[in-house]
């Protein structure tokens, strides 16, 4: 079946300008994850939905940095005002239930900031 | 001390060989283990996910968990040149945000 996608696969942008990342889960998977992947560095988590429950927004840097999620479908995590240390590979995953269950990563949106 | 730990390489490894690799965590609640690897510009790709003392195989892969020692390893064996790449070690916490908490990664490269 149909993995994680994300869109879109690259971004330049001007500093000051604000970005609009998505995904799209795997079908019928309850959770949703972001995380950010900087140069060389390893994987920081930013946020995560649980079915309706309320976000966890621990990981967001500052409050430039928001996301949404209608549902159990689509997120979108936006960065406003975007600084040159906002650029990175921008990842979601997704798992079936949340909790421990395994999760699944998409391809990634790489996030440049001139 | 980094909730997960793993030794960042690289490691070389001739083709045909056991690929071994380590990480260390300091969580002692932490019950659920995974192991993804990651290919030079890719996004991680899950391998293993191990939840209880022992060994799992998967194929040419086996993960290995000692809960009391706080250490889990993943075995490659009769490794491929295709294996090479930055595996991670992750680990959900056992309180609070149930995300995954990544090491920093043990680059792996495979010899001909």
């Known amino acids: 079946g149909a993995g994680v996608s994300q869109s879109p696969s690259n971004k330049v942008t001007e500093k000051g300008k604000d970005v609009e990342l998505r995904c799209d889960p795997i079908s019928g998977h309850t959770a949703l994850y972001w995380y950010r992947q900087r140069l060389g560095q390893g994987l920081e988590f930013l946020i995560y939905f649980q079915g309706n429950s309320a976000p966890d927004k621990s990981g967001l840097p500052s409050d430039r940095f928001s996301a949404e999620r209608t549902g159990e479908s689509v997120s979108t995590l936006t960065i406003q005002r975007t600084q040159q240390e906002d650029s990175a590979v921008y990842l979601c995953?997704?798992?079936?239930?949340?909790?421990?269950?395994?999760?699944?990563f998409g391809p990634g949106t790489r996030l440049t900031v001139l | 001390q980094k909730e997960v730990e793993q030794n960042s390489g690289p490691l070389s490894v001739p083709e045909g060989a056991i690929a071994s690799l380590n990480c260390t965590y300091s969580d002692r609640g932490s019950q659920s283990f995974f192991w993804y690897r990651q290919y030079s510009g890719k996004s991680p790709e899950l391998i293993m996910s191990i939840y209880s003392n022992g060994d799992k195989e998967d194929g040419r892969f086996t993960a290995q968990l000692n809960k009391a020692s706080q250490y889990v390893s993943l075995l490659i064996r009769d490794s491929q040149p295709s294996d090479s790449a930055t595996y991670l070690c992750a680990v959900i916490r056992s309180q609070g945000a149930q995300k995954l908490v990544f090491g920093q990664g043990t680059r792996l490269t495979i010899n001909p």
């Open positions: 995953a997704s798992s079936l239930i949340g909790g421990a269950s395994e999760q699944f």
